[in-house]
T-cell receptor, first 112, second 114 residues
Framework: DQQVKQNSPSLSVQEGRISILNCDYTNSMFDYFLWYKKYPAEGPTFLIS?????DKNEDGRFTVFLNKSAKHLSLHIVPSQPGDSAVYFC???????????FGQGTRLTINP | KAGVTQTPRYLIKTRGQQVTLSCSPISGHRSVSWYQQTPGQGLQFLFE???????NKGNFPGRFSGRQFSNSRSEMNVSTLELGDSALYLC?????????????FGEGSRLTVL
């Protein structure tokens, strides 16, 4: 049972344009969401997070949007840069479960 | 500040063997959690240790086990290896635990089972 789903295995975007990565979840108990970025041969690194009491969180070029009614979150990268090419994982947390549930990942490629 | 260190980085085993992976967390971090990464499945939670106690466990068979030492270093063991155990095994350390959400990952141990 995949509680966190990233339905797009890959995404290709032109440099300078907006990249939008999507994530859906099924468990309404999730109350904290995170995005991690992973380069080949490296471990994932934390990118940005959002609490369920918010619907938007921004950090430089990265913005995460949360739509609780749709159980959907998205990561926007504007403008996209070649260094953004990586695999992006969304993750969800419910405080009581003490377990971080990850999606399958989306491979983002930024084309020059 | 040294990051999370995992050893070995690569290893090849045959079916039926067992394997032990090691993880040294960031100094001062008491939580170590383990994840299995396979294509199409993403990162799947194996277990978390906090101050030498297993605090939570994912949906993996009993062949997967772990422990944590008093210096917070952790080991993960997989017995009776199967082909499907081939994966990248990642460990992550955290100051307060998985429930803080912000984990620091190692580079992983890539296991190939032949």
């Amino acid at each position: 049972d995949q509680q966190v789903k990233q339905n797009s295995p890959s995404l290709s975007v032109q440099e300078g344009r907006i990249s939008i990565l999507n994530c859906d979840y099924t468990n309404s108990m999730f109350d904290y969401f995170l995005w991690y970025k992973k380069y080949p041969a490296e471990g994932p690194t934390f990118l940005i997070s959002i609490s369920s009491i918010k619907d938007k969180n921004e950090d430089g070029r990265f913005t995460v949007f949360l739509n609780k009614s749709a159980k959907h979150l998205s990561l926007h990268i504007v403008p996209s840069q070649p260094g953004d090419s990586a695999v992006y994982f969304c993750a969800a947390l419910s405080a009581g479960a003490q377990k971080l549930v990850f999606g399958q990942g989306t491979r983002l490629t930024i084309n020059p | 500040k040294a990051g999370v260190t995992q050893t070995p980085r690569y290893l090849i085993k045959t079916r039926g063997q067992q394997v032990t992976l090691s993880c040294s967390p960031i100094s001062g971090h008491r939580s170590v959690s383990w994840y299995q990464q396979t294509p199409g499945q993403g990162l799947q939670f194996l277990f978390e240790y906090f101050s030498e106690t297993q605090r939570n466990k994912g949906n993996f068979p009993g062949r997967f086990s772990g422990r944590q030492f008093s210096n917070s270093r952790s080991e993960m063991n997989v017995s009776t290896l199967e082909l499907g155990d081939s994966a990248l095994y990642l460990c992550a350390s955290s100051l307060g635990g998985v429930n803080t959400g912000e984990l620091f990952f190692g580079e992983g141990s890539r296991l190939t089972v032949l």
